[in-house]
């Protein structure tokens, strides 16, 4: 093997570790913009929550699950209201204001450098030998155009030399000490300036200084302004009620403050260390003397010092001269301070969004792409390095698994410090379900360094770099669909929690799905459905999940040959360069895809045997069995690139479950599972994996390296050609489903108990309610005089937030039904309308009392007040109680009809839109006007009660599939569709009181 590796290989890759530190400052600068543009104008953010019925003490599960979410239109449309939204351009102005300033920065550090300088000419004669040495070492660093040269005149004790200005016009300033040196050790002079010279050509200047100007104006302008705005609310309290709940809040914020600090020196100073041993290198490639670098250190403080350091020590320098290995090698302290940057990144990002109540899944894609391909070129370039160095020089290469480990650490810091999951808690509920990011953050490194393995020991190409683009650009997009999926429903639900459970899930489902069952495999797979819920928020998913075995794939297609490549890491050997044939081969193809085909094809056998189930079980079967191949395939795949091939034959295995059973029913019926479906394949082939890989290592075996037989790449190309389409068609099918369809699935989440809010809380709630809006609108309802006034204000009430008092609900909802009778009857009866209007104002006087009884800490009164009017019976009936009776007998008749009609071949659909009519129609009656026929008042409760009842016993019945209960409710149903009939004989008169 080849021991010596240029160091310039695939690129240092700390270009896009300052690109890293640079998209930190800008991202960050918007969201302190956008926090201070927030209190330019008086915001009611904390009365909106308060008033739809979040409780500050509940932590911060209440605000995930609470009143907030399960009233998103009303609770939005308060906060537009109360808590409006800076003007979108002004949180843009913390960018531009931090680059012109920056700017400004950028150009006085290089006057200020220059201000004690002089120009070489005052200081050498023009006859002086030194500017034929200048010139000569300018040729060598084979420079375009010579940098200017200025001399430090009172730098008489120093022999060193700095590189400033920008990469375009740079200068080099010489220490006066280092020219009277110079004819003594000409050696040492010729170091100093082209460790310079190699500075202009690798083009370090701008980029360095663009990055401290960037930073000491982030500090000065945005960091330190909100830190100690945080410090003076800490002290003196926010102008919020709720300061103990917002005190952890504002405690991280002071946090990440000295965190950005020392993240921002720490990841500076190691990128300027390695930028600087390149320097060395490029130096002694041309031709610098080794001995200039024998110089003692006069630095003491050990490795904790080092970090801070921005030149590294001599001894460590002296050493990459002789071997550049370090060089090659995945450093933990670079791989977490890129995890904790990305983790900033993205919570300072997602914070704008929030504050802008941009919820949409395609601008949090874009969003995370900046954060993702920084982390992936940062990890993904390195682990390239270290993989072609370990290949070429016959040692063990990195796994990826070590790096990964930081790198998910680095997430778990980020996250921890600024709180993207927690706002009113210490630490989030579930601080332990944080691990998932350090098993992403392994198993995303591992993925690059075997694709780094699998495309080093194939490609033929003169360069890597096509391929390492190939593998870092799906790498990002992998990455920027985890990201979107952890800040935007995954990561919420695991380390916050939720209340919804599964009778809840399944109840939701049902009404949705009238038949569909609650067998024991559809519970289990509902069990899982808010996790895999927020995975469809996710719109690059599928494409994600295609790219992690579909590019590792494509290796298969090229052509054995000799690896030309390796000429441009060691340009010393002779072209083109032979080296062994790679330690694990890959497998023939066909061990890879027909295990794969197989085990689809033999789960199928589930989804046909259960092809007449109802829609939700047969969904689940099919789940399951695309999931059980997808495990069938991974434990059967070949050992050699063992993660590649792992997920090729899950994936492939579940992609031919899931296409036959959508022949066997239909596309339609199972798109809801296809993408938890594919997800959790992939999931089950990296777990397989990695046992099988643990397994190995413990086990200290190695896999047999079978001899590679002539190939058959153009029947290779052609198999990989069609699996490739296949997964980019399901995922482009899935995209445009998302895209074209006007319905997003939600589930309503439900509690089957709930702690009551203090008394103080229940206050300060009422006393919010009532300050967003809540007495006004109650005001306008008791004053609704006409039916314009009445409709305007039935029409506010139902959108508006409902009363924080679970004990005043039911005077709420009836306000709400009232009113909502008024707007409806308006147009067709006004003295009708006006009589509801009456009714809801009557009701709206009883809760506005029961509110301000609340208010000074009193139990209200929550008796629903009857209708105050007692209505003859034919003025009764015209009121609407016989277009009450008239609707039921026609939805009851519809039902029997329809019943009739098929013959027992009833659809569970069109069964239970008629059970919903006649439920519909059953309920507007109650709360209805008095009467003063007492007979007729006491038989139209009746009425009303029974055929409720019979109504909800319909729709049970076709939710659990149950006959029998079927038909006690379609008696019950026709029984009062008799009584219906009877009370309208006898409002005609003709009834003699047998109802």
């Known amino acids: 093997m080849l021991s010596r590796v240029d160091e310039r290989v695939l690129g240092p ?49 209440a605000a995930l699950t609470g009143g907030p979410t ?154 330190l302004p ?77 490795a904790f010092a080092e970090l801070w350091r921005t030149h590294p020590r001599w001894d460590l320098r002296r050493s990459s001269l002789d071997d550049p290995a370090p060089l090659f090698g995945v450093r933990a302290l670079p791989m977490f301070l890129t995890g904790a940057g990305a983790a900033l990144i993205n919570n300072a990002a997602f914070q704008y969004l929030k504050q802008y109540r941009i919820h949409d899944g395609w601008q949090h894609q874009v969003i995370t792409l900046v954060a993702a391909a920084l982390v992936t070129g940062v990890a993904g370039i390195a682990l390239w390095r270290a993989v072609v160095h370990a290949r070429l020089t016959g040692i063990s290469g990195p796994t990826g698994v070590r790096a990964g480990m930081w790198l998910g650490l680095g997430l778990v810091a980020g996250e921890l410090v600024a709180g993207q999951h927690v706002d009113h808690d210490w630490v989030p509920a579930r601080w332990w379900a944080m691990v998932v990011l350090v098993a992403a953050g392994v198993a995303f490194t591992w993925w690059i360094a075997q694709n780094a393995r699998l495309w080093a020991g194939t490609w033929r190409g003169r360069t890597l770099r096509a391929p390492m683009l190939l593998a870092l650009l799906a790498g990002g997009v992998v990455l920027s669909s985890w990201f979107v999926w952890w800040l935007g429903g995954g990561g919420p639900l695991l380390v916050v929690g939720s209340l919804l459970n599964t009778d809840d899930l399944i109840d939701e489902f049902q009404r949705g799905l009238p038949g569909a069952g609650t067998g024991r495999v559809s519970r289990i797979v509902l069990s899982t459905v808010p996790l895999l819920a927020t995975l469809h928020h996710v719109p690059l998913v599928l494409v994600a999940v295609a790219l992690t075995w579909v590019v590792p794939l494509l290796a298969w297609t090229i052509r054995p040959g000799l690896l030309r490549w390796v000429h441009e ?169 998302a895209a074209t369809s006007d319905h997003v699935p939600e589930f309503v989440q439900k509690t089957t108990s709930t702690a009551t809010p203090s008394a103080a809380t229940t206050r300060m709630q009422v006393t919010a309610w009532n300050r967003v809006g809540g007495r006004t609108l109650l005001d306008h309802l008791m004053s609704a005089t006409t039916c314009d006034a009445a409709s305007a204000a039935a029409t506010d009430a139902a959108a508006f937030l409902r009363v924080p008092d679970h004990r005043l609900v039911p005077l709420w909802q009836t ?111 109650q709360g209805f006007f008095r009467v003063d026929d007492p007979w007729m008042q006491d038989r139209w409760d009746s009425f009303v009660e029974a055929a409720g009842t019979a109504g909800a016993h319909c729709m049970r019945a076709i939710m659990d599939l149950d006959e029998q209960a079927l038909q006690v409710a379609l008696q019950e149903i026709q029984a009062q569709h008799r009584a219906a009939d009877c009370l309208r004989s006898r409002l005609h008169g003709s009834a003699e009181g047998s109802c």
């Not at 909100?226 to 917002?246: E, H, K, N």
């Not at 020196?265 to 610098?288: I, K």
């Not at 080296?579 to 497998?587: D, E, I, R, V």
Request: glycine content about 8%; proline content about 6%; charged content about 20%.
């Open 226 to 302: 909100d830190t100690a705005w945080l410090v003076l609310q800490l002290l003196f309290g926010p102008s919020s009620p709720l300061s103990s709940s917002y005190l952890p809040g504002l405690v991280r914020g002071v946090v990440l403050a000295v965190v950005m600090v020392l993240l921002v020196l720490l990841a500076r100073a190691d990128v300027l260390r390695t930028r600087e041993v390149y320097a060395d290198l490029t130096a002694l490639r041309w031709g610098a003397d080794r001995r200039g670098w024998e110089t003692t250190d006069r630095s003491s403080g050990g």
């Open 70 to 223: 399960q009233q998103a239109h009303a609770f939005q449309a308060c906060l537009d209201e109360y808590a409006p939204r800076p003007a979108w351009w002004l949180p843009l102005l913390g960018p531009v204001v931090l680059a012109g300033v920056a700017a400004i920065v950028f150009f006085a550090i290089g006057a200020r450098k220059s201000r004690r300088v002089v120009p070489l000419a005052e200081v050498e004669p023009a006859d002086s030998d030194v500017y034929e040495i200048l010139r000569d070492l300018v040729a060598t660093a084979g420079l375009d155009q010579a940098p200017a040269f200025v001399v430090d005149p009172i730098a008489t004790s120093t022999k060193g030399a700095v590189a400033f200005g920008r990469d375009r016009k740079p200068v080099v300033r010489l220490d006066v000490g280092l020219l009277v040196q110079r004819k003594k050790d000409p050696g040492g002079f010729r170091v100093v300036v082209l460790h310079e010279l190699a500075h202009v050509h690798n083009r370090d200047i701008t980029l360095t200084y663009a990055t401290v100007a960037l930073w000491r104006t982030f500090l000065a302008l945005a960091l």
């Open 815 to 925: 306000v709400v039904t009232r009113s909502g009778r008024a707007r409806t009857t308006c147009t067709d009866n006004v003295e009708t309308g006006l009589a509801w209007a009456r009714q809801a104002a009557a009701a709206a006087t009883a809760l506005r009392t029961g509110l301000d009884v609340v208010a000074r800490g009193g139990t209200p009164d929550t008796t629903v007040p009857e209708p105050a009017e007692r209505l003859n019976l034919a003025h009764w009936a015209g009121r609407g109680a016989r277009n009450v009776l008239i609707n039921y007998g026609m939805a009851a008749t519809n039902l029997f009809d329809y019943i009739d009609r098929v013959q027992g071949q009833v659809e569970t659909p069109t069964l239970a839109r008629h059970c919903a009519e006649v439920t519909r129609a059953a309920r507007d009656g």
């Open 569 to 737: 890491a060691v340009p010393d050997v002779p072209e083109p360069p032979a080296l062994p044939p790679p330690a694990l081969p890959l497998p023939a193809l066909r061990r890879v895809v027909l295990p794969g085909l197989i085990a689809g094809l033999a789960a199928t056998v589930a989804p046909f045997v259960e092809r007449d189930l109802d829609e939700l079980a047969y969904i689940a079967t099919t789940f399951v069995a695309a999931a059980a191949a997808a495990l069938l395939a991974a434990l059967v795949a070949p050992s050699t690139h063992r993660l590649a091939t792992t997920l090729a034959g899950a994936q492939i295995a579940a992609l031919t479950t899931i296409a036959c059973g959508a022949l066997i029913r239909s596309w339609s019926v199972l798109e809801p599972m296809i993408t938890p479906g594919l997800v959790a394949a992939a999931g089950i082939a990296v777990a397989v994996a990695a046992v099988r890989a643990l397994a190995h290592r413990l086990g200290r075996l190695r896999p047999a390296a079978t001899a590679p037989r002539r190939a058959r790449v153009r029947q290779r190309r052609t198999a990989i050609a069609v699996l490739t389409i296949s997964a980019l068609g399901v995922a482009g099918a899935e995209i445009a489903g």
């Open 13 to 61: 890759g700390t270009t896009v570790r300052f690109a890293l530190l640079l998209v930190l400052f800008v991202v960050a600068s918007v969201a302190f913009t956008s926090d201070f543009a927030g209190r330019t104008t008086e915001s009611l953010d904390w009365a909106c929550r308060l008033a739809a019925g979040w409780d500050p003490d509940a932590g911060d599960l």
